[in-house]
């Protein structure tokens, strides 16, 4: 803490610290010239840093060098109930681990505040067009949840700076926007920015409201949780300046799927971006939302909003203290965070959007960052022509869309997309138009208060009567959690081999992840998911078909259906009110310990629990040596693998290797659940290793030499096509070492630590690839195991690597140092490539070199136990 930058912060009882003194004090002008993330981090440096090394670290930020690693202190930890409970299992495991090497386990606790919702674990199985969905909903997830919601409330008790959100109350990143985050934080009499860090990729929702909150992996939380700094070098800031001004009728949705396709041109990836200049200005926070959320689509690491008038007005909407917007206020302008002093901001890169060039937009099949106007639905080859069937036939078309989900915090946080839905269906109903009976229907809505406005303005009916009732408040379809078909309507995917698919208002549609029978999926505008509901189809131009036909007999439009910008503004004004948002938060922290059970600082595992296992990181692969030599390669893959690819999130199949353990263990089918779910039990979670029946492991071939689909792998040197859990099971009782070769954008995707963990626990020590996904390089780093990349012009390709071989690692391991990668090749050949070490700071070496996260905090822990 650097005292001397403190001072007391004008119009309020609290302090701060002034880090436009401390920067100018280095460079005279300096602190006018910074982004804003540079000035965040710069506050951060002053309050948190180690004195004697200030001018070194702000140095960093006013020269934008990158030189120098320093030390970011994120003020709080926000989880969602999959990853952040697979953190907190952790964190009961180490506290064994501790006990047993005769530390005090109850001193192992988070250091900073920790949020954690249950969002994740509930799946539709029932419709929205059934009664009382969201009950039956709920009473499900309940059941197949016992063991995991157990835990997570003896957590609560257990640990010190942790907060628990109880199952159907939202989604994390929709409760952090509208209530979680203060924008301005107080803390010992210190008033200085919120920030925070997440483990969900789209963690940087909040960063609308100006907050620097970005998604890492739950190794990465863990570390962050036990109070060490998050180590950095100045990250590329991107400068985006909006122009003009969205068409009528163009949604924030069309808006943000347009940014993606051309950021992911601009190769963002890994930057901070902030957003800026007259478009952004009049964007509205819902609207920002959308934009920031989908900040891992396009591939960056933030997406940043100006604090402004809009920073307040939505403040004051969501029913927050005024106390607490005035400090807002004050502090940003005060301290040199408010839109009007960043003015002569400046950036190393500038890219330039016009909102006005957007057309009404959906993104697929199977990539966020595949735009698909509405216009081109025919040049792509989506809306072949069709007709349909004749009434009576009772068969679905090509291309059915058998799941409409308006879902996820991507859309249901922007008021003007959900109320856009609501009067799409009031205009629908009017003219007498229905949902085809094969589509399943659902609104998930992130937050309860999204319901109060919706009854505000008689819009929930009409949602429901074509099918859109309230299925649950979390994360489903988008997550994969859709649940179940109708078992005729799956049978009828089968017998017919159909072309099925989802449409959703959600932010991911890789392949498979939906939903295993919907071959594609589409992301679109909640009133064009609506729209599609109605068509049945995505063989079908939604832009000039008609949807159906009225009593009158006159064909029915989209066009005909679409509200106006003006009408979606009234009905906002009139029916979206604070004291819906301070009804639905203010009671909201209140899942308390099972009533009468003692709490003991070591949890007692239950043996029978396929959802909750103490964990094994002193066993197995994680306590031997990593030798880096002799290493088999598990898989050769393409590039663009996905962590769904790593490790796959949705419904768990009886055909599955997962499947058949959880079958050895009990389970009925019905309550096999999700991959997701039963990530706190590495006995489930390792055998979704590699489980995506979407993979393409380069090393099993047909007899064409193409790639063969499927989870599946070669083992050596027999030249045995296995499943893929079988080949690990097998090297791992080899005690066999193990590597991956990969093409580029390695790890994209949701920052799922089991991505990590399962390759580790299989025996992996070391990837290869052309490049890596940020959040999943530091889960691997964490894990232990060695991430390291191609150099420029060297591929698996060019250097012919078939899986065959055995692989060498040699050289220091020093940050982005070069090693040698030595390849032994079955006829004897040794080849050598030089590779680069992704171990990008002292601190990942350390971390690494200890074996990951966890067993450095013990060594740590119990040295400083001794010393104390």
Not at 590 to 602: A, D, W
Request: contains cysteine; proline residues 6%.
């Amino acid at each position: 803490m650097n005292v001397k930058y403190r001072k007391k912060l004008p119009g309020s009882a609290l302090d701060y610290f002034d880090a436009r003194e401390a920067v100018d004090s280095i460079k005279p002008g300096a602190w006018a010239t910074l982004p804003y993330t540079a000035r965040v981090h710069a506050e951060n440096l002053v309050r948190k840093g180690e004195p004697e090394k200030l001018d070194a670290y702000l140095g960093q930020l006013i020269e934008r060098k990158r030189d120098l690693d320093f030390p970011w202190f994120p003020v709080r930890v926000v989880c969602h109930d999959i990853l952040g409970q697979t953190a907190l299992v952790d964190l009961a495991g180490l506290r064994d681990a501790i006990a047993e090497m005769g530390g005090d386990p109850a001193k192992v606790n988070p250091v900073v505040p920790v949020q954690l919702i249950v969002d994740h674990s509930l799946a539709v199985e029932h419709a929205g067009f059934e009664k009382d969905a969201f009950a039956q909903n709920r009473a499900v997830e309940d059941r197949r949840n016992d063991d995991r919601f157990h835990f997570i409330n003896w957590t609560k008790e257990a640990f010190e700076n942790i907060d628990v959100i109880p199952p159907g109350n939202g989604i994390m990143h929709q409760i952090n926007l509208e209530r979680m985050s203060p924008v301005i934080y107080t803390q010992d009499g210190v008033a200085f920015p919120d920030t925070c860090v997440g483990t969900d990729s789209h963690t940087p929702h909040v960063d609308a409201l100006g907050v620097i909150a970005v998604g890492v992996g739950g190794l990465e939380a863990e570390n962050v949780m036990l109070g060490r700094a998050s180590w950095m070098r100045l990250p590329d800031i991107v400068g985006v300046e909006l122009s003009g001004k969205p068409q009528p009728g163009i949604t924030a949705t069309d808006v943000v799927l347009a940014l993606t396709e051309f950021l992911r041109k601009e190769k963002v990836v890994g930057a901070y971006l902030e957003f800026y200049g007259e478009g952004a200005k009049s964007l509205t926070i819902g609207d920002r939302a959308t934009i920031s959320n989908m900040c891992p689509e396009y591939g960056a690491t933030a997406a940043l909003f100006y604090i402004d008038q809009q920073t307040l007005d939505y403040l004051k909407l969501t029913g927050r203290d005024e106390s607490q917007i005035q400090l807002v206020e004050i502090y940003a302008k005060q301290a040199g965070f408010w839109a009007d002093s960043l003015q002569t901001a400046q950036y190393e890169r500038v890219l330039k959007f016009d909102l006005s060039t957007v057309v009404r937009n959906m993104a697929g099949p199977s990539n966020p960052h595949r735009r698909l106007p509405t216009s081109a639905l025919h040049e792509r080859g989506i809306a072949d022509a069709w007709k349909m069937p004749e009434a009576g036939h009772g068969t679905m078309p090509d291309g059915a869309v058998i799941i409409a989900a308006i879902t996820s915090c991507t859309n249901t946080s922007n008021p003007r997309n959900v109320i856009a839905a609501g009067l799409l269906a009031r205009n629908a109903n009017a003219r007498g138009l229905t949902r085809k009976p094969w589509v399943k229907t659902s609104l998930a809505p992130g937050s309860k208060a999204v319901q109060l406005y919706l009854e505000e303005a008689r819009l929930l009916p009409e949602l429901e009567q074509l099918g859109f009732g309230i299925v649950a408040f979390a994360c489903t379809t988008c997550n994969g959690m859709s649940g179940a078909l109708d078992p005729k309507i799956q049978q009828e995917i089968i017998d017919r081999d159909l072309y099925a698919t989802a449409v959703l208002s959600g932010n991911r549609n890789f392949d498979g992840r939906i939903h295993p029978y919907a071959k594609q999926a589409f992301l679109a505008s909640p009133p064009l998911v609506v729209a599609y509901a109605i068509a049945g189809t995505v063989r079908f131009d939604i832009e000039k078909d008609a949807l159906g036909t009225d009593a009158d007999g006159k064909p029915v439009t989209l066009k005909d259906l679409w509200p106006t910008d003006e009408e979606i503004d009234a009905v906002i004004a009139q029916s979206v009110k604070p004291e819906m948002f301070r009804k639905v938060y203010d009671p909201m922290f209140t899942f308390k310990v099972v009533e009468g059970e003692k709490i003991s600082p070591l949890y007692n595992w239950r043996p029978q629990s396929t959802y909750i296992r103490c964990p094994p990181y002193w066993e197995g692969a994680l306590a031997g040596e990593r030798t880096l030599k002799g290493m088999r390669p598990l898989a050769v893959l393409p590039d663009n693998i996905t962590t769904d690819h790593l490790s796959p999130s949705n419904a768990i199949l009886m055909n599955s290797a997962a499947g058949e353990y959880l079958h050895k263990m009990g389970l009925p089918e019905e309550d096999f659940n999700s991959y997701a779910t039963h990530r706190g039990d590495h006995l489930t979670a390792q055998r979704a290793t590699f489980a995506n029946p979407k993979l393409f492991n380069e090393m099993v071939r047909n007899e064409d030499g193409s790639v063969r689909q499927g989870s599946l792998a070669r083992v050596e040197p027999e030249g045995k096509v296995v499943r893929m859990w079988e080949a690990i099971e097998t090297y791992m009782e080899r005690k066999q070492p193990l590597i991956i070769i990969a093409g580029a954008d390695y790890g994209q995707g949701s920052s799922r630590d089991w991505a990590a963990k399962g390759v580790r626990l299989a025996g992996v020590e070391a990837i290869v690839a052309e490049g890596f996904e940020r959040i999943h390089r530091t889960n691997l780093i964490g894990m232990g195991t060695l991430p390291l990349e191609f150099k420029p012009g060297t591929t698996r390709l060019t250097l012919g690597i078939d899986g065959t071989e055995t692989f060498d690692v040699i050289g220091e391991r020093k940050p982005r140092a070069t090693l040698t990668l030595v390849i032994h090749r079955k006829n004897g050949e040794t080849v050598e490539a030089p590779v680069t070490c992704r171990l990008d700071s002292d601190e990942e070496v350390s971390i690494y070199e200890a074996g990951g996260v966890l067993q450095r905090f013990a060594q740590d822990f119990l040295e400083s136990s001794k010393a104390a």
